[in-house]
Nanobody, 125 residues
Framework: VQLVESGGGLTQPGGSLRLSCSAS????????IAWFRQAPGKEREGVSC???????YYDDSVRGRFTISKDNAKNTVYLQMNNLKLEDTAVYYC????????????????????WGQGTQVTVSS
């Protein structure tokens, strides 16, 4: 399984960024491609996930500001992040899981087997 993120960077509060995750190498028909983030000194936490059926899940902290989507033809998942806040600053990781649920994985990231290398998102004034 290969997961390659891109699109991180620096923006001001209220700004926008779009992250991309190119996913390949898994054959399961039942999966969720997710975004997690980890801020300095904090635990890794689930941000959003999109299932093979297109069901979308969000953490309450980003609901209404972030939008997850996927382009099946390109095997790519996107995370559009709008109205960014200082507390969104973190390394963002793309991940894929097949044998658990979003509600479990977002709280127990150690159950997730496949991770990208991460991309830094910094929101600063």
């Amino acid at each position: 399984v290969q997961l390659v993120e891109s699109g991180g960077g620096l923006t001001q509060p209220g700004g926008s960024l779009r992250l991309s995750c190119s996913a390949s190498g898994f054959t399961s028909d039942d999966y969720c491609i997710a975004w997690f983030r980890q801020a300095p000194g904090k635990e890794r936490e689930g941000v959003s996930c999109i299932s093979n059926e297109g069901n979308k899940y969000y953490d309450d902290s980003v609901r209404g500001r972030f939008t997850i989507s996927k382009d099946n033809a390109k095997n790519t998942v996107y995370l559009q992040m709008n109205n960014l806040k200082l507390e969104d600053t973190a390394v963002y990781y793309c991940a894929v899981f097949m044998d658990t649920t979003w509600y479990i994985a977002r709280k127990v990231p150690s159950l997730v087997k496949y991770w990208g290398q991460g991309t830094q998102v910094t929101v600063s004034s």
